[in-house]
Each structure stands twice: as C-alpha cells, then as structure tokens.
C-alpha cells in the first residue's frame, strides 16, 4: 500500500509554455503532499507544502506565482510551472503522507523530468 | 533551523561486506523523527528505515540498522550483507515532531561492487 504516482514521467517543452505535473495517492487518502525539487546528483529541496483543499505554503525563495500548487481532492495535487524558462529544467518530486497513518511518514511518487528548450 | 550533514560523498564495498554511513543533525528540539531514504537509479524515493528520538532502541529492518546516538546528534546508518541492489543514493532526513517537514542532508552515493 501506499503507492504514489506521477504524470507524466518526463516532458520536454518549449520555453514560454506552461507545464502540468500530477501527483496521485493510489490507494490512501493525502491529508498532505508535498513538492520537491532535485537537481542533478544533489539532495532534495523542499519547494511548498499543500493540504487538501488550503493554499499551500511556499518554501524561502520559491515563486508562488511561477509554480502553481492545487490540492482540490484528497488524492490529487497538481504542480503547474508557468511561463517556464529553461532554468526551471530539473526533476520535480511530489510526496504525500496518509490521513490514516503515521502523518510523519512520507511516500514519494517517482518524480517527473522536466526539459525546458 | 535544523541540518543534516552527511560526510561522505561517495563510498564502495564489495558484495556481502557490512557498510555504515554517517550522518549527523542538529536541532534544539527534543522530540523529532529521523529517517533513512534510498534513491536508486529509476529516482524513485523509497523509505528505508526510521526512528522515533524519544526511542532509545535502535531501530532495524532485516539487514538495516541504525545507530541512534542523541546526545551526540548522530545517525548512521548499517547496512549487513549487501547486496548489488543496494547500489543508491542514500538519503538521511530530519523531521521535528509536529511538522511535516522533511529536511534532507546531501546524500551519499553507495555502490556495491560484485
């Protein structure tokens, strides 16, 4: 149990559009995910966490404005780049932990490689 | 605000050998979570082992195992018996009790060599 996907798995797109990226719990409730952004051979940085149905909280240094969270169900968020730009190339990772379950837990999805030409 | 270091960049052992990795925190708080994730090569983040600070037995799973030391705000992390799967980047993360937070260190990049 406690599966987390991703879609899609790898986008490339042109510099200027927006992307969407989807982040879904399976087969458990998300109270909360979170979204992640990893560079390459470098740890994880937090970029904003979002409680189902609540705007969510953006990390220091991170667009609001530039990277759209949605948490509209319990098993859905979305993570939209806008106007992206060829710096925001990177793999983005969304987590989530259960409402029925430890909340300290996080289970991850298997992130999203974002190209941006 | 709460950091975790780990110290070693890179590391190898052969097959079957015993390996720990090290990481260290810090924090002024009492209660918190600690974790250990490994990311292999597809990137997906799985949890490998966790501790609760308010335990003071280590904790195990299978052929993983953690040294809890808190006074000394460390966390390694033993591996016994690896395996070629092993071969990942190895993540320890902090999470102060109530938050939901998860504070990663730089990672450590495991291989097993046959």
């Known amino acids: 149990g406690a599966v987390v996907s991703q879609h899609p798995s790898r986008v490339i797109c042109k510099s200027g559009t927006s992307v969407k990226i989807e982040c879904r719990s399976l087969d458990f409730q998300a109270t909360t995910m979170f979204w992640y952004r990893q560079f390459p051979k470098k740890s994880l940085m937090l970029m904003a966490t979002?409680?189902?149905?609540?705007?969510?909280?953006?990390e220091q240094g991170v667009e609001k404005d530039k990277f759209l969270i949605n948490h509209a169900s319990l098993t859905l968020s979305t993570l939209t780049v806008t106007s992206a730009h060829p710096e925001d190339s990177s793999f983005y990772i969304c987590?989530?932990?259960?409402?029925?379950?430890?909340?300290?837990?996080?289970?991850f999805g298997p992130g999203t490689r974002l190209l941006v030409l | 605000a709460q950091t975790v270091t780990q110290s070693q960049p890179e590391m190898s052992v052969q097959e079957a050998e015993t390996v720990t990795l090290s990481c260290t925190y810090d924090?002024?708080?009492?209660?918190?979570?600690l974790f250990w994730y490994k990311q292999p090569p597809s990137r997906q983040m799985i949890l490998v082992i966790r501790q609760e600070a308010y335990k003071q037995q280590n904790a195990t799973e299978n052929r993983f195992s953690v040294n809890f030391q808190k006074a000394a705000k460390s966390f390694s992390l033993k591996i016994s018996d690896s395996q070629l799967g092993d071969t990942a980047m190895y993540f320890c993360a902090f999470m102060h009790q109530g938050a939901q937070k998860l504070v990663f260190g730089q990672g450590t990049r495991l291989t097993i060599n046959p």
């Open positions: 979002s409680n189902e149905g609540s705007k969510a909280t953006y």
């Open positions: 987590s989530a932990s259960a409402a029925d379950r430890e909340r300290e837990t996080q289970y």
């Open positions: 924090t002024s708080e009492n209660n918190y979570y």
